[in-house]
């Protein structure tokens, strides 16, 4: 079977892979889509993403969606929730599984060994981390779950939204979602910045309100101030627009993993004016509200700019890497 593997830094490979024997209280997936994600792009470009660096080769991949071949779904459409919390840490037993010190998530290097991602013909995985695609949802639609999940938290992480002005720095597929999550949740105007024409149209597909140039001080959909700000961008510039936008008292959640090292930030704002500035780290229960919501909505369809197949792997993250052409791209491996 055809994996995406990657070995180093600007070393994609499409191997051949043995195929999985399931272990005990595991399934067997034949995976038909996966999405590439921007931490799969920085494990492609850089080697690592974050502080998270490759020590070995590693499948990619963990935005998959397929059939169930064993287990009590066999033969029915699923995705695959790519969190596999250890369940006894202090955060897991106070409901905040998403940030396990001791998880184990596909296709991630925060652990050595690595744990293999989704990106393969078949994987093997969790029973429990399967979840059946609802009535009338199609799998290529379905392949958003997980960065919609993504979304749906860091939206979450600020408290109620409905009826606020909320602004999202950066366009990218996983800012578009927010926007999405943002509008979903209530959100009376959602405004997005970015420096790209072609990711401000697709945030406006997903809802945006406004949509203004980030490199344009002069740009009238400015505004003066909002509500809630969510930096998806993972630039400190980003981060510097939610400080200087949000209102007093307000909350700014940081969402887009920013490089490795210090960053700096306008951290006398968040004294002075008592900003409120969290962090959103993944997703937990939202992964079965974003299966719920894909399925209600038909608008995220426009959301998935390519279908590619796998032996294709390398030009379609060079595609994904290209937001002036891109928003979500995902890898077919039913034409493997």
Not at 186 to 209: C, F, K, N, Q, S
Not at 263 to 279: D, H, K, Q, T
């Amino acid at each position: 079977m055809l994996g995406c593997v990657i070995h180093g830094q600007d070393d994609l490979r499409v191997e051949e892979l043995p195929s999985p024997v399931p272990g005990p209280g595991q399934v067997l997936v034949a995976v038909r889509y996966g999405g590439v994600c921007g931490s799969d792009l920085h494990y492609w470009r850089h080697g690592g993403v974050g502080d998270f660096r490759l020590a070995e080769p590693m499948v990619l991949g963990h935005e998959v969606v397929g059939t169930a071949l064993t287990g009590p779904f066999v033969g029915r459409a699923v995705a695959v929730h790519p969190a596999t919390p250890c369940g006894a840490c202090p955060e897991c037993r106070d409901g905040r599984r998403n940030v396990c010190r001791d998880t184990r998530y596909l296709g991630s290097a925060a652990r050595t060994p690595h744990v293999q991602g989704g990106f393969a013909a078949e994987i093997a995985v969790p029973a429990e981390q399967l979840r059946l695609l609802p009535e009338g949802l199609e799998p290529r639609r379905a392949a958003l779950t997980e960065p919609l999940a993504v979304a749906l938290h860091a939206v979450r992480r600020a408290g109620p939204v409905a009826g606020k002005h909320v602004l999202v720095t950066g366009a990218g597929p996983i800012g578009c979602l927010v926007v999405a999550a943002a509008r979903a949740a209530g959100a009376a105007h959602v405004t997005v910045t970015d420096l790209l024409p072609a990711a401000l149209e697709y945030a406006r597909t997903a809802g945006a309100g406004t949509a203004v140039r980030a490199d344009d001080p002069a740009d009238p959909g400015w505004p003066s101030e909002v509500d809630v700000a969510v930096e998806a961008s993972g630039v400190a510039a980003g981060l510097g627009t939610c400080l200087r936008l949000v209102r007093r008292g307000g909350v700014v959640v940081q969402l887009g993993m920013l490089p490795p090292g210090q960053s700096p930030f306008a951290g006398n704002l968040v004294v002075s004016r008592e900003i409120e500035l969290r962090g959103a780290f993944r997703f937990d229960t939202e992964f079965d509200d974003a299966l719920a919501l894909l399925a209600a909505e038909d608008a995220f369809d426009e959301l998935v700019s390519a279908v590619v197949p796998v032996r294709e792997a390398e030009s379609a993250f060079a595609l994904a890497a290209d937001r002036g052409r891109s928003c979500k791209v995902l890898l077919d491996f039913g034409t493997s």
